[in-house]
């Protein structure tokens, strides 16, 4: 059964930092790739990093770069986010995904879009960026 389990949410103050996890199981990690997505109150859901552990390609959108590093243990199948400098603008819930099974993502950056193709998410958790 395939499972991802986000966990290292919590409430920061700006320019504090925090690290997500996402636990997967269920699939091989190093062969499909990871995003991060997240979506605030009264937004559509968006992409913020993916990452394909198999060759190391990672991808951030505009609002990451800089900020936000995904890595990949796949000894420990986790995927973690590290968030420095947060803003209160990257208050949402975040979550992870895989295109497990299909694998059909493209993490790139030549890619038309690196957040279609997603088939399974994690339930989410919750980053509030406030004083």
């Known amino acids: 059964q395939v499972q991802l389990v986000e966990s290292g949410g919590g409430l920061v103050q700006p320019g504090g930092s925090l690290r997500l996890s996402c636990a997967v199981s269920?699939?091989?990690?190093?062969?499909?790739?990871i995003g991060w997505f997240r979506q605030a109150p009264g937004k559509e859901r968006e992409g913020v990093s993916c990452?394909?552990?198999?060759?190391?390609?990672?991808y951030y959108t505009t609002s990451a770069k800089g900020r936000f590093t995904i890595s990949s243990d796949t000894a420990k199948n986790t995927v973690y986010l590290q968030m420095n400098s947060l803003k209160p603008e990257d208050t949402a819930v975040y979550y992870c995904?895989?295109?497990?099974?299909?694998?059909?993502?493209?993490?790139?950056?030549?890619?038309?879009?690196?957040?279609?193709?997603?088939?399974?998410w994690g339930q989410g958790t919750q980053v509030t960026v406030s004083s």
């Open positions: 269920g699939f091989i990690l190093d062969t499909y790739v």
């Open positions: 990452i394909s552990s198999n060759d190391g390609n990672t």
């Open positions: 995904a895989t295109d497990y099974p299909g694998g059909l993502a493209t993490c790139s950056s030549r890619s038309y879009s690196p957040w279609l193709h997603y088939d399974n």
